[in-house]
């Protein structure tokens, strides 16, 4: 079949591999000059930044294995220290939650909290059987009506909601956890108690290697903004229109509001999933810092009672950005701030931040210097209530309305390995699908 995939993100490269693998003539449009999406590398100042995804984990199976299979798994290496702090009354607490039972060493939040968080995970070890946090379109409805905040408020208590449940999400999906599902967060502590190992990785050559090594092994057009996509009519005989190219098959691997932008019309079905899934916007700033000034954290976590602008910083020094006297820090915002920012000029967004995190920590008076500023309107879905249930349904119902299936990682799971797994489960669809039809 000739396949066009529409979108040069994990999803949609993995996705083309795969189906190229099957013997397909695929065809890849990307909107920009690059390949990679949010796994994005750029060089400044004579220092790589990374400017979307920021870091891997030891426990991405499929990326692990993905990477094997392109001959770049040497590429793959472990960050050195794993460390991370948490603000709290402008005092920095070590917190790196290795196992659960390094909590009981974090001083941010009481005794009695701590305990609280650990029977917590005991508890949800009882869900490592019936959740996939890289597949959310499978397992129990749990809690699908109830955000993350308000029931880990109730479970727990709310200190561990407001310093530790809310800077973790607002972290890693720069959103706040009253915008999570409590499903997925249960999904993500199954994830931690089952099959731990959150011990962070990164590329050599930072993390546009795996994308630009998947593109190398596809016909990838770069520039290539697609504006209407038809769908079959249900004639087996009628193709897809991509800008007016007749294709077999299309695959979207682009966020859901433009792909509502380009499919017409969509099937009920696809309107349902795509008119309501929401983003969470960011921006990923990075500055160079002399390396005597910069903390020595990996990571830190900034709740928003600290500071309603930076909600995390990450110490650039462990990927190799860095010299013998400078290193890179990469700010992100919190998404009421980034949706505030995103159309400020870059010298801007360079003067508040470096003024906001002097206030946190004022030895960074004057030290710090802008080297990057990437606006992400569409950072990352947000998994609220009742998403989680929505996307299980789509797929229940299945894909491929009029020939056109859907692909990205507000189908399955935000992450790189989500993503991944995304693209290859739809590979796998289509090729079931079209055997079955034939």
């Given at each position: 079949m000739k396949i066009a995939v529409v979108g040069a993100g994990?999803?949609?490269?993995?996705?083309?591999?795969?189906?190229?693998?099957?013997?397909?003539s695929v065809k890849v449009f990307e909107s920009e000059s690059?390949?990679?999406?949010?796994?994005?590398?750029?060089?400044?100042?004579?220092?790589?930044?990374?400017?979307?995804?920021?870091?891997?984990?030891?426990?991405?199976?499929?990326?692990?294995?993905l990477c094997d299979e392109l001959g770049i798994a040497e590429q793959l290496f472990d960050f050195q220290s794993g460390a991370g702090g948490i603000l709290r009354d402008h005092e920095l607490n070590s917190f790196t939650p290795s196992n659960v039972f390094e909590i009981l060493r974090y001083r941010g939040v009481s005794l009695v909290s701590r305990m609280r968080l650990i029977r917590y995970f005991v508890r949800a070890y009882r869900f490592t059987s019936s959740l996939?946090?890289?597949?959310?379109?499978?397992?129990?409805?749990?809690?699908?009506?109830?955000?993350?905040?308000?029931?880990?408020?109730?479970?727990?208590?709310?200190?561990?909601?407001?310093?530790?449940?809310?800077?973790?999400?607002?972290?890693?999906?720069?959103?706040?956890?009253?915008?999570?599902?409590?499903?997925?967060?249960?999904?993500?502590?199954?994830?931690?108690?089952g099959k731990g190992n959150f011990k962070p990785q990164g590329f050599r050559d930072f993390m546009q290697t795996l994308p630009r090594t998947l593109a190398e092994r596809l016909d990838v057009e770069?520039?290539?903004?697609?504006?209407?996509?038809?769908?079959?009519?249900?004639?087996?005989?009628a193709p897809v229109e991509v800008d007016g190219?007749?294709?077999?098959?299309?695959?979207?691997?682009?966020?859901?509001?433009?792909?509502?932008?380009?499919?017409?019309?969509?099937?009920?079905?696809q309107r349902e999933v795509l008119s309501r899934t929401t983003y969470?916007?960011?921006?990923?700033?990075?500055?160079?810092?002399?390396?005597?000034?910069?903390?020595?954290?990996?990571?830190?976590?900034?709740?928003?009672?600290?500071?309603?602008?930076?909600?995390?910083?990450?110490?650039e020094t462990c990927k190799g950005s860095s010299t013998p006297t400078e290193c890179v820090i990469n700010?992100?915002?919190?998404?009421?701030?980034?949706?505030?920012?995103?159309?400020?000029?870059?010298?801007?967004?360079?003067?508040?931040?470096?003024?906001?995190?002097?206030?946190l920590f004022p030895r960074y008076e004057g030290a710090l210097e802008g080297l990057h500023v990437q606006r992400w309107p569409l950072a990352m879905p947000i998994y609220g209530p009742g998403h989680v249930e929505r996307v299980r349904q789509f797929w229940k119902r299945g894909q491929g309305d009029g020939r056109v299936y859907l692909c990205g990682d507000y189908l399955n799971h935000p992450w790189v390995e989500g993503s991944i797994r995304c693209g290859e489960k739809i590979a796998v669809w289509i090729r079931e699908t079209e055997a079955a039809a034939h």
């Open positions: 994990i999803s949609g490269l993995t996705c083309a591999y795969r189906l190229q693998q099957q013997g397909h690059e390949v990679g999406g949010r796994m994005g590398t750029t060089h400044v100042g004579g220092f790589p930044v990374d400017t979307g995804v920021n870091l891997l984990l030891a426990n991405y199976e499929r990326m692990h294995a996939d946090f890289f597949d959310l379109s499978v397992g129990e409805d749990l809690d699908a009506d109830r955000d993350a905040f308000s029931a880990t408020s109730e479970q727990l208590d709310e200190e561990i909601a407001t310093y530790i449940v809310d800077p973790f999400v607002r972290t890693f999906h720069f959103h706040g956890a009253r915008q999570m599902s409590m499903k997925y967060f249960d999904a993500l502590v199954a994830l931690f108690v770069t520039g290539a903004a697609v504006s209407l996509i038809r769908p079959s009519t249900g004639n087996d005989d190219e007749a294709f077999d098959v299309a695959v979207l691997a682009i966020p859901a509001p433009l792909a509502l932008g380009v499919l017409a019309p969509p099937s009920p079905d969470a916007p960011t921006l990923s700033v990075a500055f160079r810092c002399p390396v005597g000034v910069a903390e020595d954290f990996e990571g830190i976590w900034i709740p928003y009672h600290e500071s309603s602008l930076i909600s995390e910083c990450s110490n700010f992100g915002l919190h998404t009421e701030a980034a949706a505030a920012w995103l159309g400020r000029p870059d010298e801007e967004i360079f003067e508040t931040l470096s003024r906001e995190w002097a206030r």
